[in-house]
């Protein structure tokens, strides 16, 4: 019975992953959710690429995500700052009207 209990244990020790692999999939994740606030998620990525190199987690997965999700915030903070304040390519009846106006 013994035998059998220390083999459990040492299974059990078997499947408990790296403190480093639990660290990249927190980075991984935190940097995923951040994409979807505007302003935030890029404080964030950059934050994220500090620390990651501050603690040594020096990955090219860390780095590749890091990437994507800095373009990703990005833009969701440019499409913010268009839609709520710029208005940038929106065009109405009204808009083209007023410069044909202007035309003629």
Known sequence: ???????KETAAK???PEKKYIAYFIVVAFLAIS?????FGIFTCLLTFYLSRKLNLKSLIIIIFTL???FFSIWNTWNF?????IHYGAATIDVVAALCKFCL
């Open 1 to 7: 019975m013994t035998d059998l209990n220390r083999t």
């Open 14 to 16: 078997d499947f408990i």
């Open 68 to 70: 994507i999700a800095l």
């Open 35 to 39: 994409c979807m606030f505007p302003f």
């Open 81 to 85: 700052i268009n839609v709520n304040f």
